[in-house]
């Protein structure tokens, strides 16, 4: 309309039921308003609204102009993450960005975090095809097995009833799971769950375990999590003098980071049925800890159902029982190794369950047992009276061993001392 035929400014004050004065101010700062107007993210948008923290959201806003251009995937649990930091690093720790907060300055700058279209990937594999025909061999090729991590996370249930799981939390529980190709290593164990504050877990050195409990909605991986976890990762990578390739699907839960000893490549998503963890990896956890469930129930310890306590070292033990060598058959099945073939990887036997051949070649445990006290008794000399220490029964068996585990749940310097605990408790489960 100003670039139009000439209109007086008390013409164009009435028109738009203005004062004329607010007219002559438009005029006159017309470059300005202008420029404004171009550099606003929501073209529809009539005022001018700012941010209490024009520093924050000028660096919040450079951030996600930069992941952006590198085709980094964001969302809104990211933006809050990498808001709460830029708070710190500006010396407002104080100040937390709330969702009231996010939800405005997305709205200003106008953020809308949509999943990629499935053929863009990321920078280092535009296609599935692509990925798999050219950058994996190459990835493959440049690192040593050994050096090949997969991520990813699985769910298992809480058995009904269970305490510890808390009045409004679910029965539902996700394990974060990372191994590399040839099963050298296999990353302590990461639980999710929704109960914030087990009651089983007070008192205990949480630092120590051989696992690692987290609380999120729904009992469900956040990108915050996913971000601690990685962190930590990285850090005993560091202490190992370890550099290594971290292979793991596109989420929103699964943010990109710089890190010094890990390389992020994220799989394109036509190919994550053929993730290792999917080729009977997590399967045979589950078949481990289904075992273990039952083995436990079957034994009467008058405790009722197992705690949270209890199915966290269950889990633990059913990681630990996945042999390396199903970890590089799964691997190999999915084409994550050099040598890729189509064996089929087969689920363990869970260790101290008797299979029908050894009972039928063995015999009964009870029997041969049995036998054995009676030859002892004939050899013995009836004519000295000596004080014979009871067979303890199965329940203070049991009774003595959660005692022990208690003592280094509470005592224990590091998860060594459990890996030994479980080998034992294996050990007297098969005598029994």
């Avoid at 969302?75 to 405005?104: F, V």
């Avoid at 010094?260 to 990896?281: E, H, K």
């Avoid at 269950?314 to 189509?342: E, H, K, N, Y």
């Avoid at 310097?413 to 294996?426: K, L, V």
Wanted: net charge neutral.
């Amino acid at each position: 309309m100003l670039e139009g035929p000439k209109v007086s400014q008390n013409e164009l004050a009435k028109r738009f039921g203005v004062s004329q004065p607010q007219i002559c101010r438009i005029i006159k700062n017309k470059e300005r308003i202008l420029s404004e107007w171009h550099r606003n993210g929501d073209p529809e948008r009539k005022r001018k609204r700012e941010g209490k923290d024009a520093a924050l959201e000028a660096a919040l806003l450079r951030w996600v102009e930069g992941a952006r251009a590198t085709d980094v995937p964001g969302s809104a649990s990211l933006l809050q993450l990498k808001a709460k930091h830029l708070t710190g690093a500006l010396g407002r720790p104080d100040t937390e960005p709330g969702t009231g907060w996010l939800a405005r300055f997305e709205a200003r700058h106008d953020l809308a975090f949509k999943k990629p279209p499935a053929e863009n990937g990321d920078a280092e594999q535009p296609t599935a095809e692509h990925w798999a025909g050219t950058v994996l061999p190459g990835l493959l090729c440049t690192y040593l097995p050994s050096e090949i991590y997969v991520c990813g996370e699985t769910g298992v249930l809480l058995p009904a009833g269970s305490p510890g799981k808390g009045e409004s939390a679910g029965n539902r529980l996700t394990l974060l799971l990372c191994a590399n190709a040839d099963g050298s290593e296999k990353a302590p164990l990461w639980v999710v769950g929704e109960n914030p504050q087990p009651r089983c877990l007070r008192g205990i050195n949480l630092g120590q375990m051989p696992w690692s409990y987290r609380a999120g909605s729904l009992a469900g991986l956040s990108a915050s999590l996913f971000t601690e976890w990685l962190r930590e990762f990285n850090e005993g990578m560091q202490r190992q003098g370890k550099s290594i390739l971290l292979l793991l699907t596109k989420h929103e839960a699964h943010p990109y980071l710089q890190l010094s000893n890990i390389r992020m490549v994220f799989i394109p998503p036509a190919t994550t049925l053929a993730q290792p963890l999917d080729r009977g990896i997590a399967g045979d956890l589950k078949g481990h800890y289904r075992r273990r469930l039952l083995r436990w129930l079957s034994v009467e310890r008058g405790a009722g159902q197992p705690t949270l306590l209890d199915v966290l070292h269950m889990l633990a033990q059913s990681w630990g029982d996945v042999r390396p060598a199903l970890i590089t058959s799964c691997f190999r099945a999915a084409g994550f190794s050099p040598d890729t073939g189509t064996e089929a990887p087969a689920l363990a036997r869970a260790p101290g369950l008797l299979s029908q051949e050894r009972l039928e070649r063995d015999g009964d445990p009870a029997d041969a047992e049995v036998g054995g006290d009676e030859g002892t008794a004939e050899g013995e000399d009836t004519g000295e009276v000596m004080a014979v220490q009871p067979c303890p029964s199965e329940r203070e068996v049991w009774g003595s061993l959660a005692t022990l585990r208690r003592y280094l749940e509470c005592r224990a310097t590091s998860p060594d001392p459990f890996r030994a605990f479980y080998e034992m408790e294996d050990a007297v489960h098969v005598v029994a």
